[in-house]
């Protein structure tokens, strides 16, 4: 089937340590996209790609980096940079005509 | 200011009441918007979308656009216990997203 996977689902991070959450559509979409979620609060759009090898900061860039090697593949690193990285962490993927879909998340903790 | 206002509840209805979900925008060069639910530790789905100002209907769901005001609006006919979520309103092709109204239908 296709769709948008992320993983690790749960995560647990050590202070200093950078860590990378994983993405892949088999969607052939172009582009795609990293939210944060924290409780009780909206998306947070971190970082977005409209094509292979280019990508943009969003509203909260900083602390994160991305890549774009592949279509397929939107890697997240989360750096020791990000002073307060706990939090829900959606993929997204968007197909022509503006309709964005996501992924099931991943749950990154700070320990 | 923030590009997509949306009031984040908590809102409690009964069953078979109807719900109305509101956002406002505030950046008119994007003019699709769509409605997104998203069960607890979740991803959200897409529910419905539009491009145009007036009503789209799919079922018990209704969108509204009123472009004048910069108003979205989410109805929800006979609401249903598996309609509690929280619910995202997003504009544009950056996607914005609103802070989510969490709802909670009572049986």
């Known amino acids: 089937d296709g769709g948008i996977t992320q993983s690790p689902k749960y995560l647990f991070r050590k202070e200093g340590q950078n860590v990378t959450l994983s993405c892949e559509q088999n969607l052939n979409h172009d582009a795609m996209y990293w939210y944060r979620q924290d409780p009780g609060q909206g998306l947070r759009l971190i970082y977005y790609?409209?094509?292979?090898?280019?990508?943009q900061k969003g509203d909260i860039a900083e602390g994160y980096s991305v890549s774009r090697e592949k279509k397929e593949s939107f890697p997240l690193t989360v750096t020791s940079a990000q002073k307060n990285p706990t939090a829900f962490y959606l993929c997204?993927?968007?197909?022509?005509?503006?309709?964005?879909?996501f992924g099931e998340g991943s749950w990154l903790t700070v320990v | 200011q923030k590009e997509v206002e949306q009031d984040p509840g908590p809102l409690s209805v009964p069953e078979g009441a109807i719900v109305s979900l509101n956002c406002t925008y505030s950046?008119?060069?994007?003019?699709?918007f769509m409605w997104y639910r998203q069960y607890s530790r979740k991803g959200p789905e897409l529910l419905m979308y539009?491009?145009?100002?007036g009503n789209k209907e799919d079922g018990r769901f209704t969108a509204q656009v009123d472009k004048s005001s910069k108003y979205i609006s989410l109805f929800i006919r006979d609401s249903q216990p598996s309609d509690s979520a929280t619910y995202l309103c997003?504009?544009?092709?950056?996607?914005?997203f609103g802070a989510g109204t969490r709802l909670t239908v009572k049986p």
């Open positions: 790609s409209q094509i292979v090898n280019d990508f």
């Open positions: 997003a504009q544009g092709r950056y996607m914005r």
């Open positions: 539009t491009y145009s100002s």
């Open positions: 950046n008119s060069a994007f003019q699709y």
């Open positions: 997204a993927s968007m197909r022509a005509g503006n309709t964005i879909y």
